[in-house]
């Protein structure tokens, strides 16, 4: 792990990386902030009104990194944390994994009923044995998930996820793409209901916090 943030933080100097979308965590965080992320800032808008995050989500049917079909259904009975980028990220995505899988260690018994999963949305020839070198880096848990167009858009379009290639000066058979999307790790219950979600950008501590908050917020509903 050690050598890998070595080489995360080697390949973030020279820029190859994926721009986090501005977002805010839900709940508890105050809208209308000025956010920064690396060197550009983002006025958020003070109307802005996050989705309930109940309208998030729904059923879907994807690809393992193992190219086994799954669905959401395959996932009841068990708390889902649920990340969206793609593989040749540099930035975003391997540091939201790493703190996601450092986080689900920090619950103790609590994090062995979450299933951590990452979903590329690249929507190119599904690359399973490189997703599933990618995901091996973060949790032993972590499952990546991918499809076809049909599928990966399916998905996009429920948890409302926004992507979009930029354009940069570096060449993309160096670096891979650079996608902006939206960061938010979705907190899915074992019902299959999204209750809520939160920016990449937390620090650990935050991580941890809002998933005891959730987990014991469904506790206290099913008591």
């Not at 990220?89 to 689900?104: N, S």
Request: aromatic fraction near 12%; charged fraction near 25%; include cysteine.
């Amino acid at each position: 792990m050690r050598r890998f943030r070595t080489l995360l933080a080697a390949l973030s100097i020279g820029a190859a990386c994926a721009c986090a979308a501005p977002s805010l965590a839900h709940e508890r965080t105050p809208h209308g902030t000025l956010m920064q992320e690396g060197e550009i800032e983002f006025r958020v808008d003070p109307e802005y009104k996050p989705p309930d995050p109940e309208s998030l989500g729904g059923s879907w049917d994807l690809v393992d990194h193992n190219g086994r079909l799954v669905t959401d259904k395959d996932f009841r009975g068990k708390w889902m944390l649920v990340f969206f980028g793609f593989a040749g990220c540099r930035e975003a995505c391997p540091g939201a994994l790493m703190t996601m899988g450092e986080a689900i260690d920090q619950l103790g018994p609590d994090g062995d009923a979450i299933q951590p999963l990452f979903v590329d949305f690249s929507m190119e020839e599904p690359d399973y044995l490189g997703l599933a070198q990618f995901v091996s880096n973060f949790h032993p848990r972590l499952i990546g998930l991918t499809g076809d167009r049909k599928q990966t858009f399916q998905a996009v379009r429920k948890f409302k996820v926004r992507r979009e290639y930029a354009m940069t000066n570096f060449s993309s058979k160096e670096t891979g793409p650079r996608i902006n999307h939206t960061t938010y790790i979705y907190v899915i219950d074992p019902d299959g209901r999204t209750r809520g979600y939160f920016y990449d950008a937390l620090p650990i501590e935050g991580y941890v916090d809002e998933i005891r908050y959730h987990l014991a917020r469904y506790e206290a509903e099913h008591e």
